[in-house]
């Protein structure tokens, strides 16, 4: 793929990014920019958002990831950015195709997309706007979009008729800055092979819900495996990214091939001082 360069990785082999809830206080864009802004000047190499509508209690307030990205590639030069991780079942994936393109062409092909499921589990955010709540269901209509959007992104028109959505001949240009499609990242977690397969067949992984670092490494190794049985170029650029808590050594991920760490903020009490104290410590040592 064709982007902007991106800045070299650390010595250990990974890049740093802060990885923000867009809660309360940072649920103000222009806030979240500022802050991205800062992110760059000390050195970081990505920012990327939570993607909700809603979180249970204490939180608020929540902002719209994309328009907060949007922001964010207008005050930033170099950074990666992204939804980590936007719940493709719950949105219509030709939407979502002029929505990356866009964004991809306004940050000059820096964005990266993070897909998953979607959960109800902590804001109730499928049962309370009527959308699919069977995993399984999700699991094929987030294959589905992925596939919709792999076409969209070639420039040529779309014929798809799925299980789910339906494009007759739709063209949508113009074409990401990214070439031949933007990466995508895919949510895992331990113990579900389903994600690790669909995650062995695009451009990176996200796992979540880890316990340590031997965890994310039999998580790794599986993905490994899998780009082999697809017959993907083990030397071709591959991301994996893992967050952790602030003040965790990120060195055991990354000699487990960990790609990128992102700073996991605590959701319940994440502001910008607290994101703000971060940055200014600056990313893993280079």
């Known amino acids: 793929m064709t982007s902007t360069p991106s800045p070299e990785p ?28 800062e992110a760059e000047e000390a050195g970081w190499d990505g920012v990327f958002v939570w993607d ?19 922001a964010i590639a207008t005050a930033t030069e170099r950074v990666r950015i992204g939804p ?15 929505e990356t393109v866009t964004l991809d062409q306004l940050s000059g092909g820096r964005l990266t997309l993070g897909v998953g499921l979607g959960s109800d589990r902590f804001g109730l955010e499928l049962s309370t706007t009527g959308e699919e709540l069977d995993d399984r269901v999700r699991g094929r209509m987030l294959d589905e979009s992925l596939a919709v959007l ?10 798809h008729r799925g299980e789910h959505y339906t494009l007759d001949g739709v063209k949508l240009l113009p074409r990401p800055v990214q070439q031949p499609g933007i990466p995508v990242w895919t949510a895992a977690l331990p113990g579900n092979p389903a994600p690790l397969r669909r ?31 697809e017959g993907k170029d083990a030397a071709a650029p591959y991301d994996i990214a893992v967050a952790l808590p602030p003040g965790t050594d990120p060195a055991p991920y990354a000699r487990a091939g960990a790609t990128w760490w992102m700073v996991e903020f605590p959701w ?9 104290g971060v940055l200014r410590e600056g990313p893993a040592a280079r």
């Open 10 to 37: 650390a010595q250990d082999g990974i890049r740093s990014a802060l990885w923000l809830p867009l809660f309360d206080e940072l649920a103000d864009p222009l806030v979240v920019a500022r802050l991205a802004a």
């Open 52 to 70: 909700h509508l809603r979180w249970g209690e204490p939180v608020e307030e929540v902002a719209d990831p994309w328009i907060t990205l949007a």
């Open 84 to 98: 980590m991780v936007t719940p493709l079942p719950r949105r219509r994936p030709a939407k979502v195709a002029k």
């Open 150 to 159: 792999a076409a969209a992104w070639s420039g040529e028109p779309v014929h």
């Open 199 to 229: 995650a062995a067949r695009h451009d990176g992984f996200f796992p979540v819900n880890l316990d340590n670092p031997d965890q994310f490494a039999e998580m790794t190794a599986s993905v490994a495996e899998l780009r082999a049985a």
């Open 268 to 276: 319940g009490a994440v502001s910008v001082d607290s994101v703000r």
